[in-house]
Structures are given as structure tokens and as C-alpha cells.
């Protein structure tokens, strides 16, 4: 990812490395200094996210290091194939893991390749908005033409796919908008003034991405910058990580989100982050297959097909995750699924799960997948046996991944993007959640849930998959236990921590008299309404409550320093106001973490 990419540089040009970088987010003359550096060998080498995966054919690249997973194998394919470009040269890749996952990840996608096996390439079919371009196209060649001899034309290629009953839909939507005339009594189509404008104008389906700010409302400063994308789909009332924080949306303009901080992280919507690759169900159960082979104790099978450098720790537990084996953790309000299932296939699974368990409970509840499991955070404590009754009665999964889906905040991210495509509304101007329901028999609606469907999820896949299940094919395991797992934990903190820095866990021990001390110390805290001091023992403060000032019983208070060895260490004014929203976001939890 890009953030990656940055954190990686600016670590290796510590150690005076002569590295460029490269992705999406740099400007293209800073892109391109960076290409030329690199081919007139002004730098060593170029970090680079797959901005330049299709991009660059230098001669003399020596090698490809591919830092985690490449996730899929065609992935590594071209992107090792960046070097050796040569008679009789050969290209050559290493591949540098983060943690247990993304070294079976990554070996399995380097078996898969020796094997010459990867994952199917789909063909997409159906898309409404480059047809409804191409009808445009085919009409500016003309000064008129019946809708279907167009549809007649379309037909003969591959990805078309539609009856011509949706094409005259989108004729009617093109005619609504007066990009053409659409005349009814001999179905005809006719150029207007906008014909050619919307064409030359919609000549990309990429969308252009804006940034807008977050100002802090009770503060008066910016706190971050988010995705136009994202912000486009907030309302007034509705609360959003950024920075690590929850905030709470008071105001939307055209340039800013106005915020407050907000006091509820768990039920908070996560940032924006740019679409991963997704890990394909081959290379998922592929990992199975070699979790298995190091419980055997099998390893030098795998070593002498591949040159292998690292070792393998399973986790000291009785059992692994396997790839024809469910098995579900429960612990609190909180179900981890263990599914070798793949992105895809998991996030269609773990959506349907968590629709159906939010209708059945009334209550919202936190949906996190990734390749190799599906945790659902429940609003109620929950056992394990209940999400295995409903996942051997789960149906017509394409309607419940619809239903999900028609009220997300993707969806709507999603149909405003396809909706400027249909020239529905121009750049920059947004449709909101409610005018949608409006629109969803249209085919700009249609669109919209075909994309998410086939580049999100794998109905076709998890319909198999739970047949299997029904037929004993496929079994589950339950364990209700009073902790997690060491792979349950690994779940957790592959689906929420950072890509670099892994959090470090003391032994219980140590945690507890480390807590112990922590609680006992007495911090001095200062309002920042009216700049008051007061003194409190973070022991004595509610879990879950508000630290508020005793004087003006505001809300906004700074974290202004301990005492040590009978001494105050006070913070400085800066430091108290930016501790001010952590404070007022997370209480007594942030004061312990500063003290």
C-alpha cells in the first residue's frame, strides 16, 4: 500500500540508501523523475507499490523484492518478471514476510507458480456504464440509429451480456438526462448537443479522487484529510476512525467534514483505506495444505522445491486451522471463524453471518475478514454453537449479501461513482443514501450492486462451500472458551494492526504488576475551557465514564503530567491540547496510556 511504501522509505533513506519511490499518489512528474533516476542508475533501486507492476521494462533490473505476500500469483508472475529482461537472462524475486500467515501465504503462491497453477482469470460481463458509453460512441457515428441494430452491433462481442429490454432501460436513463433523444414511436435514437460532450468527457470508468478535511469543531484545528469517496458517504450524527480516534460528524460543507470527538469506538465506522488485493480461495487453501505438512513435521518437502530462508512456528495449541475443517472460537461478544476460504468467500460468509445475526439480536454488530478468517464483534455475548446453527442453515446468499449491501456505506460510495459515469450527476456533487432508494430499479442501481458483487464477493463459491457443509463434506468445530486462542488472537491482530509494527504482549505477570503500578499513580490533568488544574488517582476513575472538570464540567481535558519520585513532570501547553481529544474520546483508558 501506499502508507507502506512511504513508512518503508523513509526507514531505508535512514540508513543513506540511494532508493526513489513510486505510487499512485505521487504527481506525475514526480513519478516520472522517479522512473529516470532509476533507469539512469542515479538510484539503486525503486520502492514501488503496483503502480509500476504493468509499468516499467528496464533491461538491467537485477532483482524483484517483494515485500509480504504478493497475494496472488499472477501478482508475482509480473512482478518478478520486472527483471532479467534479456536474451538468456533470468529474472529473479525474494519475497520478505511479516509475520505466520504471510509466510505460508507467500510460499504457498511460490508452490502454486513451480506447479504452474494460478488463479482464474474472470472476465467481466454486463457492465452497464461502459455500455451505455459505447451506445453513445455508436451513435455519434451516425446521425441517428434504431436501438437495435446498436444492441444487434453490441452483441457480437463477449462482454456484452445484456437482453436488449436492459438496453432500452439505459437508453431511457441516457434520454432522461438529454444525453440522446430516444424516440419511442420507431425506437430511434438521436443525437442532442450533450451527445459528444458526454462522451469525450466519460471517457475513463477510473473515478478521480478528492480529499477533503476534518476540522475538529470544539478545537478549531484539522485533524486529518479523508477520501472524497468515503466523506461522501457520512451524515450528521454518524461517528468514523481517523487517526486512530472516533469522531462524531456535526456539520458536512463542500470543502470540510466539522467534527467532535466521539466516545463509542466500538460501534465507530473504520477510515477509508484504498481495496486490497484480494488472496483468491487456491492460494487459501493451498496455506491448508502446508499447515498440515509443518504439523507433520514435512518441511524439507517444501524446501527442496523452493529456496526457503525462514522458519515456521506453528502456534502450541491442539489444533490448526485446516482447509476442509471450520472451526469457530467464541469467546465474550466475540466469534472468530477459522475458514481457508479466501477473501472473497469469506467476506460473502462472514456479510451474510452478520446480517442474519443482527436481525436475530436487533443490534448492530463489527464485521472484520481477511483470507483466513471472519470475526464478527458482537453488541451481545455470543456462543459458538449459535453461528454454526447459522451457517447450516444458510440460503439464497446472493439476496442476503443484496439486502446487506443496499443500505452500506460502500454501496453508496459505489453509486455515486457510476452514477457520474451514467452522466446522472457531475464531479464533485453526490446523491445521498436516501435519494438512492428511490433510484433502485434503475440500471444505474443495477450497476452499482453487479460490480460489488463480482469484484467484492464469491456467491458462486460460498453457495459451494455450504453445500458442502449441509452434505458433512465440510465440518465445523466449536470451542467456547474463556480466552482466545493463539490463533484467534493472530485473527485479531492480522484484521486490525498496522502492516509494520506488531504489538508486544508481557507475560500475564508482568502485565499485572505493570497495571498495578499504572493505577496507582496519580496524574494532573487541566481543562482546556477554563484552564484549571485538578488532580485524580487513574485507580480510582470508571472504566467507561467521561473525565470531566469539577469546575466548568467541561469535557475537553488535557493530560497535563505525573507525579515521579514525589515529583510533578508537567507537560508543555501543546502536548496538553493535542492529549485534550484522546482524553475526552477514550477517559481513563488514554490517561492510562500517557501516565
Known sequence: ???????????????????????????????????????????????????????????????????????????????????????????????????????????????????????????????LDVIAHQLVGILLENEQIELMEAHNIMKNAASYGISYGELEEIAELLHKQRILYFDRSDNTLKKTLSTMIYYYTHLSTIPRTLRKKVRDVELNR????????????????????????????????????????GDDFSLSLPDWEGEQIPVPFIVAQKVGELLDIVE?????????????????????EKWHPKKDKLIIESFADVVVIHSLLGTKTNRTIGRCLSYLL????????????????????????????????????LKDLKELVEASL????????KFNHIAQNFGLVSEGKTINKRAIKYLAHTPVYKETMRTLLMRYFDVKNSN????????????????????????????????????????????????????????????????????????????????????????????????????????????????????APLVQAYGKRAITALS
Open 406 to 413: 443496499s443500505d452500506s456505506r460502500l454501496f453508496t460510495f
Open 1 to 127: 500500500t501506499r502508507q507502506v511504501a512511504e513508512a518503508l522509505s523513509s526507514r531505508l533513506h535512514l540508513l543513506k540508501t540511494k532508493i526513489g519511490i513510486h505510487h499512485g499518489s505521487l504527481s506525475k512528474p514526480v513519478r516520472l523523475k522517479a522512473e529516470k533516476d532509476f533507469k539512469r542508475n542515479k538510484t539503486d533501486a525503486l520502492l514501488a507499490t503496483s503502480s509500476l507492476e504493468l509499468g516499467i521494462d528496464i533491461g538491467d533490473i537485477e532483482n524483484v523484492i517483494q515485500y509480504m505476500s504478493p497475494r496472488q500469483v499472477s501478482r508475482l508472475i509480473q512482478r518478478v518478471g520486472r527483471s532479467g529482461h534479456g536474451v538468456k537472462r533470468k529474472s529473479i524475486g525474494y519475497i520478505l514476510v511479516s509475520d505466520l500467515y504471510d509466510l505460508l501465504e507467500a510460499t504457498a503462491i511460490a508452490l502454486l507458480l513451480k506447479q504452474g497453477k494460478q488463479e482464474e482469470n474472470i472476465i467481466e460481463s454486463k457492465a
Open 464 to 579: 459451494d462451500i455450504i453445500d458442502k457443509i449441509k452434505k458433512k463434506e465440510i465440518k465445523i468445530d466449536c470451542i467456547n472458551s474463556k480466552e482466545l486462542s493463539e490463533w484467534g488472537r493472530t485473527a485479531l491482530l492480522k484484521v486490525r494492526a498496522g502492516e509494520l509494527i506488531s504489538p508486544i504482549e508481557p507475560h500475564s505477570e508482568i502485565m499485572k504488576a505493570f497495571a498495578k503500578h499504572i493505577l496507582e499513580k496519580r496524574v494532573k490533568l487541566v481543562c482546556t475551557y477554563c484552564n484549571k488544574p485538578f488532580y485524580i488517582k487513574i485507580g480510582e476513575q470508571p472504566d467507561k465514564k467521561k473525565i470531566k472538570c469539577p469546575y466548568c464540567k467541561g469535557s475537553v481535558v488535557g493530560y497535563a503530567g505525573e507525579f515521579k519520585d514525589g515529583r510533578l513532570k508537567e507537560k508543555d501547553r501543546k502536548f496538553i491540547e493535542n492529549s
Open 222 to 261: 484539522i485533524v486529518s484529510n479523508l477520501d472524497e469517496g468515503f466523506a461522501s458517504t457520512l451524515e450528521i450524527g454518524e461517528t468514523f476512525i481517523t487517526k486512530g480516534l472516533p469522531w462524531r460528524v456535526v456539520e458536512l460543507t463542500d470543502d470540510e467534514v466539522l467534527v467532535e470527538a
Open 296 to 316: 507433520k513435521g514435512k518441511l524439507d518437502r517444501i524446501k527442496k522445491k523452493i529456496k526457503f530462508k525462514a522458519k515456521i512456528k506453528l502456534p502450541e
Open 358 to 393: 443482527s436481525l436475530k439480536q436487533g443490534t448492530s454488530n463489527q464485521l472484520i475478514t481477511d483470507p483466513y478468517s471472519i470475526v464478527i464483534n458482537s453488541s451481545k455475548p455470543i456462543k459458538a454453537q449459535e453461528i454454526k446453527k447459522l451457517l447450516e442453515n
